[in-house]
Structures are given as structure tokens and as C-alpha cells.
């Protein structure tokens, strides 16, 4: 019994070891008291088995530690020993405190544990539809709105909303409003955009001017320039005229230069990282208010316009009779022009051919190419908008 | 999965020990967060439409025996059952509250809590009923019902799960509840409308016959608490108590001893030892004989009572002692309750 004591006490102070055990202090008290085992088991109502465990310090022997410690404490009684020393030295014995209040321990730590599993879950649920909402508001052109409102620049987060905005900005154009031309902060959409987002607008509202660059952003705003009773009669052909209004150098040869079906087909690289090109929007916002502008239709930036190599160049003259919006891309992707044009204004242009054209009142302006007059095709679904490429002048 | 982790989240399950003295309110993950004693005080207001809370706990308590005409303190439960329903009802809303605000829990994501309470043995349906809907008034979004002795066997740290039999003596207030537990089970219970407050009761009524003096409730139980015993000990001690002269009208001082006092609480004693008797009487053998072995544990706060342990070792013949914390049994044996009614289904503890 001795040697089991020493043993479980190989990892206690030294001080400690100096001091009885609880067996030993049992034993010591029982013998000066002049009791035998049974007599003391006797007196305390219990199995002389019982009182054998608690000396020899084998409480697994004992049902409960409930049941040790009351025996303990009958014993300290019996004995005139103090209960609380040899609770003590029962609780470092078997490594744990109140046996009866360690349920109440143990259930606290098991609690806490489970709520900080549950608070991770909660968290990790939570986020799930709070990302998924804010992934939808981003995917459907949020991002735009909180730019201009806290007047962060989308510019670099456009390329990658461009193919989702498209639809949203079609759906604006056929309303009744019409997408204002001074939009500055999603003009850069209009470089990639125009083509696909004049068509819806053109199909389903025929006194609407669409501005691709707006379209985009999903903003509208009335032309107070726009003149009244331009509507003009939509037909099939003209549809589909307008559908993919784009042209390419190699297909320039074909019926009088509008190509159907083929679209301007710009590098994504020349698109956004083109500092010129970027530089546009600015250029033109400030330029949008036309009417207090020297030379609202100015090119937008000089180093794109004049280095042509590799290119074949073409002049384009606008001559404004009316107030239309004007938007002039060439085929290095440069915007020459991208602004509203006042009745009785003029603007030629040079740039690398071929050059998509969009005019949001076609009636207001007449083209020239390379000096020649330019027949501008009429919307296929009516309307004031048209979009279309020249490659090369008329012969 | 929300079912399981929501309720958990915000929710604060609390187990609550509706005693006849004291209730106590133990909430998961944070252990007894109140204590206090099942007093209300109420105030006559009619500008107020009648009648308003004036104190509920320790402050009523206080005030038991002091209050003016328009205050009347009172204990809404008796004999551990529901006395007075409304006021029960409020007791309970401001010990739920109480109890958040101790563990700190924000009321505005506080979840209504599921809450158990733990109800004498011999309580009858109608009683229980009174006490769930008195808690599900209070706020309570589920109520589980517990034997109480079971609940004081589970706090107690017994080994309530094993094919042992485990015999529990839960002293409380109100009542005295017995019981043999095994295998999760009640075995055999019996309750006896005996309690705390009966051994008070002795001792006014003993102070009145043997010295003409009429004290109060809480002078008996302060009597109680300091000098009362339930088996001779090896020292007299004595108490200076206050009270009334009966024949002279006047406030009187005079002394009682421990002994003195075992004398007054010798009746309820002896209901409660008859009532020991009568359930190892009815235990079946093979569990008797593992009451024999083992012992009994004795809980609650008559359990508090000096020398209540050796009455009951030399009554019965057996080895019976005091489980640690005796107070708190109820309310912490139904904490981990709660948490095995999760685990495993209220069908496995007989939980109601």
C-alpha cells in the first residue's frame, strides 16, 4: 500500500512527499483511536471492504466519488480528523475537484465548446447568402452604383462586367427614357458595348437614343436635345441591319460596306489597358455639357489619333444638323469621338480604318469619308439610333 | 443542422429549482446564476389599476413580517407547489430575467429559453400544469418537467444510470421527497409535505408553549440555521432571539440552546425519518441491498440542518452523508438533465 502511494505521488512537490497520504493519515488516525477495520466500518455503517479501499487509497473501488467523499467526510468525524485536508488531498489524489460539482464543471466547458462550434456554423451559414446577395448586386451592375455614389473608379472593375451589364443595359434602353450621353464613368463600356446594346434599344423604343456607354452603367436620363418627331418606320431588314452593325477590313468589300453579323472584334487588351482609351471618359464628361464647349467632338487623346502605323488611315467628317449623340470608334479600339454634337457643328476625324460609327439621331448628321458623302443607313427597327461600320470611302 | 446549433446559439436553456424557499436557476455554459428566495412583495396601487410589484427575492424576504398595510409579502408556492398562480407567474418572469442579465446575455439576441423545472414527486396534475403554464407565462418557450429527486440524484453526482440501486433524500422547503434510483429511473419516490419551513413553524410554536413568546419566521429560521441540530451533539450552543411576550405584550430577550431546539424539530424529524423508513421498507431487495452497501445521500437545504446525517445513519442503520454543494443539487442535477435530453430524447429521463 505503501509503495502505491509513493508511486502515484512520484509526480507531486517534495514538500508533499514528506506528508502522509490519505490512506496513511486513515490508518494513523483509526490505530490511535485503537479501532480495527472492522470496528470503525462498524461505526460508520459500511463494508469493511470499503473502509480497507479508502486506507489503500483504491477509489475506483468506491461507486461514485459522491460516495468517497461522504465516506471520507464520516470518516474525518469518526476519526476527529479535518474533512476538508483530507477532501483536499483526495481531490489532488484523483485529479479532479468536487466531484458533484464538477458536473456542473464539466457541463460549462462542454458548453462553451459547443457554442463556439455553433457561433463558427452560424457564421459560416450567414455568409453564404450574404455573399450570394452581394455576388448578385455585383453581377448585376451594384458595383457601378456604389462607384459613382462613393466616387470609386470602375474603370478598372469594367472589363469584367461588361458581357453581364449588356442584357440589364438593353433592358434600360427599351423603356421609355432615354441613356443620357454624359455618363462619364462607364464611357469606357462604350468601346466594347455598342453594337449589341443599340439593338434592343432601337427595337423596342423607337424615339429612344441609346448611349452605350450608359446602357452599361444601367442609367438613363432624358436628351433634352433630342428633336421631337424623329420616329421612323422600322422594317426587318433594317433590324437586322442593326443587329451586329460591325465591320471588318477583310469583309469591307461586301454589299456597301455595312456588314451584318460581324462584329468589331477588339483585342480585350487593346480595350482596357490602352491608357488613351481610358483617358476617354474623362475627356468626354468633361466635354458633355456641349452646348458651353469650344470643341465638344475633340479627339480624345493625341498620341492614339496620330500613330496609324500598320494601319490604313481614314477620314470621317460628322456635320451636324441637328443635336445627336456621336460616337466614333476606329479599329486600334481609340474613341475619336464620343460627345453630343450641336446642330450646326462639325468634326472630322482620322483614324484607322475600319470605323464603327453611332449616332443616337442619324437624321441630325450627315458623313463624310474621305471627303465623299456617306449615305447613313437608316435603323433596321426604326428609331433615331444607328450604329455601323465604314472600312473604306465609296468608289 | 439549424435546429440543432440555432436554439443553442441564442437560446439560453435554464433549469430551475421552483423551491418553496429559494429558487435557483442554473443556465447552461454558465452555471447557478441565481439564487434567491421564492418572496414577492406586493404593493396596492390603485392609481395603478391594483396591485404592483413592489420586491421579489431577497428584498421581499426582507421585507416578510415588516411590510406596511399596502405592502403584503408573500411566498406564492407551499408545500412545493404553486399557492398563488399570477404571482408565481411574475416571481418567474423577473428570475428569468435576472438570471440573463447575471450571465450577461444581450436582450436583444436572447432567444426565449427552454426551460426545466424540477417538481415534488407527489405533485399532482393539476400542479404541474400550474407550473408549466406559470413558467410558459414567464417567457419560457419550452417546459420540461423533472421529479425533483431525480434531478437532486443527477446533481448530486450519483450513478443514477447504473443497475445499482441509488437511494436520495432531497430535504427542501416545502417537502421532503425519497427515492430510489436505478437505471434512470425512479424505482421507488415518496414526498412528505415536510420541509424547511415545518422545522420553523416547530420552533415558533415550541418558543411560544415553553417561554410565552411569540417570534417570527425569520427569527425561527435564523434559530434554525445557527444552533438548530437534529441529533445530540457534543456542544450546546446557544442563541439570544427577540420576540414578543405573550402575556406582557412587550418584546422580551431570552436564550435558546441546540437542545432546546432538537427538542422543537423532534415532529417533523420524525416525519421525515418515518418517511426514510417506509421507503427502504418499500425498496425491492436487490436495490435495498445496494442502498445498504452504498449508502444514502441526502440534498437540499434541510440537508444544511447540524448533525441530520447521524439521525438519519443511527435511524436507519445506514451510512448516510451529505452530497457536496446540497443547495444546488436540484437546479444543477436538471443543467445536466437538459443537456442529456438533447443527447438523448426526454423519453430516456422520464422528463415531461
Known amino acids: 500500500m505503501t509503495q502505491k502511494t509513493d508511486t502515484r505521488k512520484n509526480g507531486a512537490a517534495e514538500q508533499e512527499e514528506d506528508r502522509p497520504g490519505l490512506g496513511a493519515t486513515l490508518r494513523d488516525a483509526r490505530k490511535r483511536r485503537k479501532l480495527s477495520v472492522d470496528q470503525l466500518a462498524d461505526e460508520l455503517r459500511l463494508e469493511s471492504r470499503l473502509v480497507h479501499a479508502l486506507e489503500e487509497e483504491r477509489f475506483e473501488e468506491v461507486a461514485a466519488p459522491v460516495f468517497a467523499r461522504g465516506y471520507l467526510r464520516q470518516c474525518a468525524r469518526t476519526l476527529g480528523l479535518d474533512a476538508d485536508e483530507l477532501l483536499r488531498e483526495y481531490d489532488r489524489l484523483t485529479g479532479h475537484g468536487d466531484p458533484e460539482l464538477a458536473v456542473s464543471d464539466e457541463a460549462i466547458a462542454r458548453e462553451a465548446a459547443r457554442r463556439s462550434a455553433g457561433r463558427l456554423r452560424f457564421a459560416f451559414l450567414t455568409f453564404i447568402p450574404v455573399a450570394l446577395v452581394a455576388g448578385v448586386i455585383w453581377w448585376s451592375g451594384g458595383a457601378e452604383l456604389f462607384a459613382e455614389r462613393y466616387g470609386l473608379s470602375a474603370s478598372s472593375e469594367r472589363p469584367s462586367l461588361l458581357p453581364n451589364a449588356a442584357p440589364v443595359a438593353g433592358d434600360t434602353g427599351a423603356g421609355d427614357g432615354v441613356p443620357a450621353p454624359d455618363a462619364p464613368d462607364a464611357a469606357p463600356a462604350a468601346d466594347v458595348a455598342p453594337p449589341a446594346d443599340a439593338a434592343p434599344a432601337a427595337d423596342a423604343a423607337p424615339t429612344a437614343v441609346a448611349a452605350p456607354g450608359n446602357e452599361s452603367s444601367g442609367l438613363t436620363q432624358n436628351v433634352t436635345g433630342a428633336p421631337a418627331g424623329t420616329d421612323v418606320p422600322a422594317t426587318p431588314a433594317e433590324l437586322d441591319g442593326l443587329t451586329n452593325p460591325g465591320i471588318r477590313d477583310d469583309q469591307a468589300d461586301t454589299g456597301d460596306g455595312i456588314n451584318p453579323g460581324v462584329a468589331v472584334d477588339l483585342p480585350p487588351s487593346d480595350r482596357v489597358d490602352d491608357p488613351g482609351d481610358l483617358g476617354d471618359p474623362d475627356g468626354a464628361s468633361g466635354d458633355s455639357d456641349a452646348s458651353a464647349d469650344a470643341d465638344p467632338l475633340a479627339p480624345d487623346s493625341a498620341d492614339p489619333v496620330d500613330d496609324l502605323t500598320g494601319f490604313v488611315a481614314i477620314e470621317a467628317t460628322l456635320t451636324f444638323i441637328g443635336d445627336s449623340w456621336a460616337e466614333v470608334t476606329d479599329a486600334r479600339g481609340v474613341r475619336l469621338v464620343y460627345d453630343l454634337g450641336a446642330a450646326g457643328e462639325q468634326r472630322t476625324v482620322v483614324g484607322a480604318a475600319p470605323l464603327d460609327f453611332l449616332f443616337g439621331n442619324y437624321l441630325g448628321v450627315s458623313l463624310d469619308i474621305d471627303g465623299q458623302p456617306w449615305d447613313i443607313p437608316a435603323p433596321a427597327v426604326g428609331g433615331t439610333v444607328v450604329a455601323f461600320s465604314v472600312a473604306a470611302a465609296r468608289d | ?352
Open chain 2, 1 to 352: 443542422m439549424l435546429n440543432g446549433f440555432i436554439p443553442s446559439f441564442w437560446s439560453n436553456d435554464l433549469s430551475m429549482d421552483l423551491g418553496t424557499a429559494n429558487t435557483l436557476i442554473y443556465m447552461r455554459g454558465h452555471g447557478i446564476v441565481l439564487d434567491e428566495p421564492s418572496v414577492v412583495a406586493i404593493r396596492e396601487d390603485p392609481g395603478r389599476g391594483g396591485k404592483v410589484l413592489e420586491a421579489v427575492g431577497l428584498h421581499a424576504k426582507n421585507m416578510l413580517g415588516r411590510t406596511p398595510g399596502n405592502i403584503t409579502a408573500i411566498r406564492p408556492l407551499k408545500d412545493g407547489v404553486i399557492a398563488d398562480f399570477n404571482v408565481t407567474e411574475r416571481m418567474l418572469q423577473y428570475f428569468i430575467k435576472k438570471a440573463h442579465e447575471t450571465a450577461n446575455r444581450s436582450r436583444f439576441f436572447r432567444r426565449s429559453p427552454r426551460v426545466l423545472v424540477c417538481v415534488p414527486y407527489g405533485a399532482t396534475q393539476v400542479e404541474r400544469r400550474a407550473i408549466r403554464e406559470s413558467a410558459e407565462g414567464a417567457g419560457a418557450r419550452k417546459v420540461y418537467l423533472i421529479e425533483e429527486p431525480f434531478a437532486a440524484a443527477v446533481g448530486a453526482g450519483m450513478p443514477v444510470h447504473e443497475a445499482r440501486g441509488s437511494m436520495v433524500i432531497d430535504i427542501g422547503g416545502g417537502t421532503t421527497e425519497v427515492a430510489v434510483i436505478s437505471l434512470n429511473g425512479i424505482v421507488y419516490a415518496a414526498s412528505v409535505r415536510i420541509g424547511g419551513d415545518r422545522f420553523d413553524e416547530a420552533i415558533v410554536n415550541y418558543v411560544r408553549r415553553n417561554y410565552g413568546v411569540l417570534i417570527g419566521e425569520a427569527t425561527a429560521e435564523k434559530v434554525k440555521k445557527e444552533v438548530g441540530t437534529a441529533y445530540p451533539g457534543q456542544h450546546l450552543r446557544e442563541i439570544s432571539v427577540k420576540g414578543r411576550n405573550l402575556s406582557e405584550g412587550v418584546p422580551r430577550s431570552f436564550t435558546l440552546n441546540s437542545n432546546e431546539v432538537l427538542e422543537a424539530l423532534q415532529e417533523p424529524l420524525r416525519g421525515i425519518v418515518g418517511a426514510v423508513r417506509t421507503a427502504l421498507e418499500q425498496t425491492p431487495p436487490e436495490l435495498g441491498a445496494d442502498v445498504a452497501e452504498r449508502g444514502i445521500v441526502l440534498t437540499g437545504g434541510g440537508a444544511l440542518l447540524a448533525n441530520i446525517d447521524l439521525l438519519l445513519t443511527e435511524e436507519t442503520g445506514l451510512s448516510v452523508f451529505v452530497a457536496e454543494e446540497p443547495l444546488s443539487c436540484v437546479a444543477r442535477g436538471g443543467g445536466r438533465l437538459l443537456e442529456l435530453v438533447d443527447e438523448y430524447g426526454p423519453s430516456s429521463f422520464s422528463v415531461e
